[in-house]
């Protein structure tokens, strides 16, 4: 995998305008709060991690199924294969009522949020909960999602106090709707996701994207696009 960014690239020089400094002072701050956070070093950072290890250590979901029912998904794929659920039932999911309000433990090394499903208008309720549960706990999260807007203003209001432990990270494969719409049917178009990204940035948190799966051939628009308002990395 190649990664571009802050992490381990070269800075143009420019001025900045009194927002764009504080936008800067915000993330240098978590940064620093991350840095400093003892027991933070996970699988991911092991030469041999694989598949989400290379993220986090550990992972958690909180349901079966996934609304947006990308043609690609790994977990679909699985869940078809061992009888958990359906290529027709996979897109209406089913939340694990025991996965939700019973707190959370602190853990070594970063949690990876969800990773088999996405978060929706039908679970964002949920997914704070959860999410709220884990940072309380003192835990370091990655927040991976394909973003709807809504959700991820709900998510980011909710956790403000918490943004030294959390990582964001969008999923954007291509900047061509058609070609977002047919792999990834339910999902945001790229003008959502961007706006997503932009809005979180904006409010302090770190940022980083996925390209994975990259979607189409052209990675140097999406990668200019979303490249001023990520903190932390690309992953193509």
């Known amino acids: 995998f190649k990664r571009w960014g802050s992490v381990g690239g070269k800075m143009s020089h420019r001025e900045l305008t009194p927002t764009q400094a504080r936008m800067m002072a915000l993330h240098s701050a978590a940064a620093r709060r991350r840095k400093s956070r003892p027991g933070t070093q996970?699988?991911?950072q092991d030469k041999h991690a694989h598949g989400t290890e290379e993220w986090a250590a550990h992972n958690v979901n909180i349901q079966i199924g996934c609304a947006h029912d990308c043609k690609y998904c790994y977990a679909k794929c699985m869940a078809i294969r061992f009888k958990r659920s359906t290529a027709r039932s996979w897109a209406k999911a089913k939340i694990l009522k025991h996965k939700v309000g019973n707190g959370s433990r602190k853990k070594h090394g970063r949690i990876m949020f969800p990773t088999t499903h996405d978060i929706t208008p039908d679970n964002v309720d949920e997914c704070v909960m959860?999410?709220?549960?884990?940072?309380?706990?003192?835990?370091?999260?990655?927040v991976v999602t394909k973003p709807h807007l809504s959700c991820i203003k709900r998510l980011c209001r909710a956790c403000v106090d918490f943004r030294g432990q959390l990582l964001f990270r969008f999923t954007i494969g291509s900047t061509d709707n058609g070609v977002l719409q047919y792999w990834e049917p339910n999902a945001p178009?790229?003008?959502?996701?961007?706006?997503?990204l932009k809005w979180t940035f904006s409010k302090g948190f770190s940022t980083s994207v996925s390209s994975?799966?990259?979607?189409?051939d052209k990675i140097d628009a999406l990668v200019a696009a979303v490249r001023p308002y990520v903190t932390d990395a690309i992953w193509l």
């Open 130 to 142: 959860v999410l709220r549960d884990m940072l309380e706990a003192d835990n370091d999260v990655l």
């Open 42 to 44: 996970s699988k991911a």
């Open 212 to 216: 994975e799966p990259m979607l189409d």
């Open 189 to 196: 178009i790229y003008r959502e996701r961007l706006s997503a």
